[in-house]
């Protein structure tokens, strides 16, 4: 112990005056909120967020196809996420997620740990550095091949970076030796980053090497109960999807590599999607391709529709599993008799990073992203007039719209954005704010001036524009919701 306190002494603490002097410092000031309440914490004033301060590296102006960035713009969620600053390529299938993808992602799990708790989910969050001893067990250490980011320790002992984890999960439960029957079922779920060493990345966020997945995994006492559990949580993608505004389908699919009896794969039909599924006409059927006999055109459940074919983005994936893994790792739970049963099993994937660029892809124009409501990096865009011009004099009703709101629509704490770059025409902040389609733009502009100002509202997902007195944009603002 002395040894140790002298190396450490010689290393670091050698430093220690002026560390206490710091340390004196900061404790001053500490004092002085403490006997001054109004300047601490008894009042929550959020600071206007105003746009020529939020960090969005292409400024807002036109970038076109910026040839030094590498990887190229090969879908329209891609450009428009890069052209608005809300993501920046490092290398091939991975991103920086700039500040407005963080905001809009935080609300997207907010919604999925709704969804996912509402069922009775428990939230985790696992290891994604994984020894490859686990992944051994299930054989998928082969079964993986190249799509396995491998690494070796300085010891030389073998681990992955996760893209799954069943085993991690199944092997945590295995160590339970309480579990009992009354506890079940059990639904563990973590949010985190996975990663895949994808043969080709691309589509931006869509395919990437290293993104963000919701895993859960499901433990029953029976066979029974496991398809109930499974019921449940498909119910709940559905749920989720509908909430977002999303039109998603429920196919049948293929277990592939995850093994099991029973899948299903929730897509978002879109042009550019890689899956290719088969929709009945008449009846709600519908597959992925892989799973129907080649070149069958009739509907397999009613027997009169047509196949017809269509593209798809895979968002979501269900897996029945039985006791594959459970078998394996021996996760075992006491039954009513206090015999150790093997327990049934289901895990479940949504692609959080690929949710948020698969509702870009399918609801954004050519020219400007539209978010599903909910998922809006800010809800609200504030534009002043352009300074010098004849409309200036009302310039001093932004703040204050931006301060009622702020005072008197909880929903809207921190979701208001004050476009104050002052120096440019209304016109060509409008296009920047419809590239970066906040749900809702509020323009000081001619009828501000009227004996009760009246302000324009582009409400950006539904096209429609108005005129509203301050009171009629409260009323219209206060129905937004946010999560
Ligand atoms: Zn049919």
């Avoid at 509907?299 to 039985?322: A, D, M, N, R």
């Avoid at 459970?326 to 150790?340: G, L, R």
């Avoid at 609801?363 to 800010?378: F, N, Q, V």
Wanted: hydrophobic share 35%; aromatic share 8%.
């Amino acid at each position: 112990m002395e040894s140790i306190m002298h190396h450490a002494w010689q290393r670091g603490f050698r430093c220690l005056p002026r560390t206490s002097a710091l340390l004196s410092r900061s404790h001053s000031s500490c004092a002085e909120h403490a006997t001054n309440p109004a300047s601490a914490s008894s009042r929550h004033v959020t600071p206007t967020l105003l746009v020529s301060r939020l960090y969005q590296p292409s400024n807002l102006r036109d970038v076109g196809q910026d040839s030094r960035l590498p990887g190229e713009m090969t879908c329209k969620s891609q450009r428009l996420m890069q052209q608005a600053g809300l993501i920046h390529p490092s290398s091939p299938g991975c991103y920086y997620y700039l500040p407005a993808t963080v905001r809009s992602m935080e609300k997207l799990v907010r919604l999925i740990d709704q969804e996912m708790q509402g069922i009775g989910g428990q939230k985790l969050d696992m290891p994604s550095l994984c020894s490859a001893e686990l992944w051994k067990s299930s054989e998928r250490w082969d079964l993986m091949g190249k799509e396995l980011f491998r690494l070796k320790d300085r010891h030389g002992a073998d681990y992955c970076l996760g893209p799954t984890h069943e085993e991690a999960v199944t092997t945590l439960v295995a160590h339970q030796t309480t579990l009992s029957y009354r506890q079940l079922p059990l639904l563990l779920y973590q949010i985190t980053r996975k990663f895949r060493d994808e043969p080709k990345p691309r589509f931006g966020l869509l395919r990437g090497r290293e993104f963000y997945m919701k895993d859960m995994y499901s433990f029953d006492v029976n066979e029974e109960a496991a398809y109930q559990t499974y019921e449940s949580v498909c119910q709940a993608y559905t749920r989720l999807f509908s909430r977002l505004g999303l039109r998603c389908v429920q196919v049948q699919a293929d277990t592939g590599n995850i093994g099991g009896k029973l899948s299903h794969e929730f897509q978002l039909p879109a042009d550019i999607g890689e899956d290719r599924l088969l929709v009945c006409g008449s009846c709600s059927f519908s597959a992925n391709v892989e799973t129907v006999s080649a070149g069958r055109t009739d509907c397999p459940q009613c027997k009169t529709g047509t196949l017809v074919e269509s593209k798809g983005i895979e968002v979501g994936h269900t897996f029945y599993l039985g006791t594959k893994y459970s078998h394996i790792f021996n996760a075992t739970f006491s039954n009513a008799q206090n015999k150790p049963t093997i327990a049934e099993m289901g895990c479940y994937g949504l692609g959080v990073t690929r949710i948020l660029a698969a509702a870009i892809e399918v609801m954004s124009t050519e020219e400007g992203i539209r978010w599903p409501g909910l998922l809006a990096p800010y809800q609200v865009c504030v534009v002043p007039p352009k300074k010098g011009s004849k409309v200036d004099e009302a310039a001093g009703l932004a703040e204050e719209l931006v301060h009622t709101f702020g005072e008197t629509l909880p929903c809207l704490r921190g979701e208001v954005v004050l476009d104050d770059r002052t120096n440019m025409t209304i016109g060509k902040r409008l296009k920047d704010a419809s590239r970066l389609g906040y749900p809702y733009v509020v323009v000081i502009g001619q009828a501000a001036l009227e004996e009760i100002p009246r302000f324009e509202v582009i409400c950006q997902q539904t096209g429609e524009m108005m005129f509203l007195s301050k009171d009629g944009l409260v009323d219209l603002l206060g129905r937004v919701e946010t999560v």
